[in-house]
């Protein structure tokens, strides 16, 4: 077990009609006015946005809007927000939607408070010492944007989708409502999943020391996601399912695997993040096309814990058994497993090699995974 130092200041309000008391949240926050930022138009079409602004206005919380927020969330409708937050001297952000509508509030929280580029924060030029409090009510389970304080964004100029993490962003209050995600489409309940999965299992099988209670852990997030899943792509109104995987999505990336681990990484991000912008691949699509090919590459370095995996998880013995049935059910939920399978064309994987090698410089791991090794990788998509 690896010293380690826990921390996660956020407060889950988790059931039904929670979205309701949003505005009392921010209010015992003291704060008097926020950015409310959404996406393409999916809370107005549920009512979302209607009870949200009423709950706003009963709180007597003011507020300015930033609409169009997208699945690959981008640096340019970040900075029109973080414009609108100084120009009317907002107090907070508020993200009502999915991951990247609460990875770009955690962005526009961060740059109001900046006099710099807010893109400094992604490339590792500056770190953030101030920024809004960030509020988020959501509709989708996968990244955990809602417990942590990192933020992925993509530049929508240079084609580069970085990350940057800050415990400032951490929400301070994340509203669950699973009643909210019972519309997500099948397509986007299977990407989802695999994020989950894919949050639970890098630093799993990366790891220097991986403690058992951390391993078990981690299996049983898999399990309970592969689980609830099958169960919800049956039913999409499931509720107790609905919110078993909503609670999961929360426990896989807001600091508890990873605690009193060493050495873990997160290189199948490194590489599908170069995916997402080259191509604009939804963000779970792009993992489960990166996560096979990439534990065939790995699996020789870590043969004990892949085995450990295709074992505790799936009930069959020896990496290569393992790693086949994670494949085959990214696969059974409509999950693209190849790069084909994205309308990615293999004349394509020099450029994206090329542009991971640049992020895994970026986070550190450069000799790991130069553009000739990633490329490697992705041959084996």
């Known amino acids: 077990m690896n010293d380690f130092t826990y921390y996660n200041p956020t407060k889950i309000d988790f059931g039904r009609g929670k979205e309701n008391t949003i505005g009392k949240h921010i209010k015992e926050a003291g704060v008097e006015s926020v950015l409310l930022v959404y996406g393409t138009g999916s809370i107005k079409k549920s009512a979302l946005y209607e009870t949200t602004i009423h709950a706003l206005q009963e709180s007597g919380i003011a ?3 930033l609409d169009g927020v997208v699945s690959n969330p981008l640096l340019s409708r970040v900075n029109d927000g973080i414009k609108i937050a100084k120009e009317h001297k907002l107090q907070a952000v508020l993200g009502v939607g999915g991951g990247s509508v609460a990875d770009s509030a955690k962005a526009i929280a961060s740059g109001a408070k900046y006099d710099g580029d807010v893109w400094d924060f992604f490339i590792q030029k500056a770190q953030v010492t101030e920024a809004l409090p960030v509020f988020t009510v959501m509709t989708l389970a996968a990244t955990a944007s809602e417990m942590n304080g990192n933020s992925v964004v993509m530049n929508d100029e240079t084609k580069q989708k970085y990350s940057f993490s800050s415990v400032l962003v951490n929400p301070v209050v994340s509203v669950i409502n699973p009643e909210l995600m019972a519309t997500v ?3 986007y309940l299977a990407y989802s999943a695999v994020d989950i999965i894919a949050h639970s299992i890098e630093i799993y099988f990366t790891a220097s020391t991986h403690p058992n209670f951390n391993s078990r852990v981690v299996e049983s997030i898999v399990k309970s996601v592969i689980e609830t899943t099958e169960i919800l792509l049956e039913d999409p109104n499931d ?3 609905r919110g078993e995987f909503a609670w999961v999505a929360s426990q896989a990336l807001n600091g508890l695997t990873p605690a009193g681990t060493a050495g873990g990484s997160f290189p199948n ?8 912008a080259l191509y604009n691949v939804a963000h779970g699509a792009g993992l489960s096309i990166v996560i096979p090919a990439w534990m065939k590459w790995y699996k020789e370095q870590n043969t004990a814990q892949f085995e450990r995996f295709a074992k505790e998880v799936f009930g069959v013995n020896g990496a290569d058994a393992g790693i086949e049935k ?3 059910w990214f696969a059974k939920i409509g999950s693209p497993v190849r790069l084909q399978d994205a309308n990615i064309p293999k004349e394509g994987i020099e450029a994206l090699a090329l542009n991971a090698s640049e992020l895994a410089k970026i986070w ?3 000799d790991l995974y130069s553009k000739e090794i990633i490329a490697e990788i992705l041959e084996k998509a």
């Open 269 to 276: 991000h490194i590489i599908e993040h170069d995916l997402s």
């Open 326 to 328: 994670l494949e085959s």
């Open 63 to 65: 507020y300015k809007e």
């Open 185 to 187: 489409s099948q397509e």
């Open 239 to 241: 509720y107790d399912a």
């Open 364 to 366: 550190g791991m450069g």
